[in-house]
């Protein structure tokens, strides 16, 4: 749809721009005079092609980015499924910002978004890295809201038992958000997993790892394995692992470096996806 559409308040996120500086520190988007009425035009917004594929240079490209954050702040329920939808481009286009945020918005969210959430997982359909933002969102939501710890526990738990036949970089992405969870009633079927070298140990590292970061050991026993053998998109993994802030210290200059060199590309290449805006 136009982005002519957009009255106001919804129409100052079109004007905002960048929305890397403030990544982590999102600003409170409910000082703009939005509201649970604008949530409807905001999942638009959100979900909107015409800004998801904005000239790179434009303020209007962020407004999506924008847009899900404050979804988020409203824990607009309805929101849920539409934004979901949008997990496909981290597979489709490179999106970093979908990569990235989408899981901590699912979050805020909340417990509605469970249903969907375990349905999109589920789907072996969907891209592999779209699955794996699926299942951070658990992880998500679990840590955010005690109350349904045991309901993400327990799905992710579900379909880390189909680990013969995963990818095993998505297998790493179950343990991971269990880990977090201190999921020790999952620990069977993790060791399992681990047993069955159907975990890439690139991501969390391995079996024994786990078991410390849970406290279930104290060190380990047998010397670390060669991680970086592990068969995984590394650059998708540390761009997920960034939207939580696991290695926002460690990859910050690379960041850094990477942005100058698409900046260098947006003055030959003014129209893109999102992923060519940072």
């Given amino acids: 749809m136009p982005t002519t559409l957009y009255a106001f308040p919804l ?135 005690p109350d349904s710890r045991g309901e993400c526990i327990a799905a992710l738990t579900r379909q880390l038992e189909h680990f013969e036949e995963q990818d095993e970089s998505l297998n790493a992405f179950l343990v991971g958000p269990l880990r977090d969870l201190r999921s020790v009633e999952s620990a069977q079927v993790m060791e399992r997993a681990f047993a069955a070298d159907r975990v890439a140990i690139g991501v969390y590292g391995d079996w024994e790892d786990v078991q410390i970061d849970m406290g279930l050991r104290q060190a380990r026993e047998t010397p670390k394995p060669d991680y970086a053998a592990s068969t995984l998109g590394l650059e998708q993994v540390t761009i997920i692992r960034e939207g939580l802030k696991r290695l926002a210290e460690h990859s910050s200059q690379s960041k850094k470096s990477k942005a100058k060199k698409r900046d260098k590309r947006k003055q030959q290449e003014p129209r893109g996806t999102r992923s060519e805006r940072k």
């Fill in 11 to 145: 129409d100052e996120l079109l004007t905002l721009g960048d929305a890397r500086p403030t990544k982590h520190h999102w600003p409170d988007y409910r000082q703009y005079g939005l509201t649970a009425e604008h949530i409807p035009d905001l999942i638009r917004m959100a979900t909107d092609d015409e800004l998801n594929t904005a000239n790179s240079q434009s303020a209007k490209v962020w407004a999506p980015t924008h847009a899900w954050r404050a979804l988020g702040q409203l824990h607009a329920e309805s929101a849920a499924e539409p934004l979901t939808s949008l997990f496909h481009l981290i597979d489709d286009n490179d999106d970093d910002m979908v990569n990235e945020e989408l899981p901590e918005v699912l979050g805020l969210i909340g417990p509605a978004a469970i249903p969907v959430v375990v349905a999109y997982l589920a789907d072996t359909s969907h891209g592999l890295w779209a699955r794996v933002a699926a299942a951070l969102s658990l992880g998500e939501i679990g840590q955010r809201h």
